[in-house]
């Protein structure tokens, strides 16, 4: 007789962005006359870029051609992207070689695949409020505990609040933790951690033999000069850091899905253990790589004109997210982020839920966004949105939403 995972049965309700999607397309099956527009799950809305296109065409012609025709690829990427990235680390001053570049089909999967690699008995410590996939994940690996419906937290997890009074900058927890999570440019926040913040956690990782889980997936975003693009950039990083590369929000991949995970080869668990094997084994059991399709498109966006295109791109969507953070100021609410990173973190009004809020906006302004306490206890009362959406939407909602005073 069968049986299931418990620890799945532990999840309390569904993924997040499910939730969310279910209740928009709810609301818009009831209401099919009004136009509902959604910052919510941060999807891209511009077409790819010219040499992304060229770069799959190219490559879909060569699959239909015996001589140029590729099967699997390799389970830990093709040469040819992984050199392009290493060439961009190397760009930005990082010691880091191709072959501790693996490529993946996104973030998201390497985000939650990455703790496969780690005892159960480890303690993970993550920012709150943080992407769900991080605690979910560990959850599923029966790595957190309990969970406690009141306060919204597991026993075995450390949170490390990110609030107002600390400017949404995470401080370095009294109980030491075996895996850290850091995502900066920070979703849901958009708060970004300066080279010194950052060299406070290597530091203290490399004394407590910690591991940081770095998510890098905004670090196109980021206009300050101060705030490093990888965790690489900081000194002693490559002997307690395993950094997480999107190719979804800088190149607009979230159709195609590309991502890389970096495990410099010096990193090793405290009884020796190198951890670059270990995830390469991993990888070549459970995955049969990125298509080559798609990796000969990744490539591109590593030339002078995929690089231009890029900043053309993201552009479009800092664009947005001044005008949202801006606009939300000037109508008397209370907004952060939106200057490093494409996601805007605005408290609700009337002391409503992040729950209540959601339902407010998408009674009264038809907006969609995502309520804060879905990220973690210390995003209730909170509440994010979106750069994403085209520009002629992000105006009318941010009119919308001021309309409601």
């Not at 879905?374 to 001021?402: C, D, K, M, Q, W």
Request: charged share 20%.
């Amino acid at each position: 007789m069968f049986k299931v995972n418990e620890d799945y049965l532990k999840l309390p309700g569904s993924y997040l962005f499910s939730t969310v999607g279910k209740k928009f397309r709810a609301y818009q099956a009831d209401h099919p006359e009004k136009k509902v527009i959604s910052l919510g799950i941060g999807d891209v809305t511009q077409p790819l870029t010219p040499s992304t296109i060229s770069a799959l065409h190219s490559a879909v012609d060569e699959m239909g051609k015996a001589e140029t025709f590729h099967g699997y690829a390799p389970d830990l990427g093709y040469d040819f992207l992984r050199n392009a990235m290493a060439e961009e680390y190397k760009g930005r001053g990082c010691d880091i070689a191709a072959d501790e570049i693996f490529i993946s089909d996104g973030a998201k999967s390497d985000s939650g695949n990455i703790q496969e690699i780690f005892g159960r008995d480890n303690v993970i410590a993550v920012c709150d409020p943080v992407y769900p996939v991080y605690v979910d994940s560990n959850v599923m690996a029966g790595r957190t505990g309990t969970y406690d419906e009141t306060t919204g937290t597991w026993s075995d997890v450390i949170y490390m609040p990110c609030t107002e009074e600390n400017g949404f900058v995470p401080q370095l927890p009294e109980r030491v933790p075996d895996i850290i999570y850091l995502c900066s440019p920070n979703n849901p926040t958009g708060a970004a951690l300066k080279k010194a913040d950052l060299a406070r956690w290597v530091d203290y990782a490399n004394e407590n033999h910690a591991v940081i889980i770095f998510d890098a997936a905004y670090e196109a975003y980021i206009t300050e000069e101060d705030v490093p693009h990888s965790i690489f950039e900081i000194p002693g990083a490559r002997t307690c850091a395993i950094e997480l590369r999107s190719f979804s929000k800088n190149a607009g991949y979230t159709g195609l899905r590309l991502g890389a995970t970096v495990i410099p080869k010096d990193l090793a668990s405290a009884d020796g253990h190198s951890l670059h094997p270990l995830w390469a084994r991993r990888h070549g059991t459970k995955y049969n790589g990125a298509p080559y399709i798609v990796q000969r498109a990744g490539a591109s966006v590593y030339t002078p004109q995929g690089q231009q295109e890029i900043r053309d791109l993201v552009g479009i969507y800092q664009k947005n997210a001044a005008y949202i953070l801006n606009g939300l100021k000037e109508g008397g609410y209370t907004v952060y982020g939106g200057i490093n990173a494409p996601y805007i973190w605005m408290k609700t009004t009337n002391g409503m839920t992040s729950w209540e809020f959601f339902d407010y906006l998408l009674e009264n302004a038809q907006v969609v966004g995502t309520p804060g306490s879905g990220f973690g206890p210390s995003g209730e009362h909170y509440f994010r949105l979106t750069a994403f959406g085209t520009y002629e939407n992000t105006v009318e909602a941010v009119e919308r939403i001021r309309r409601l005073g």
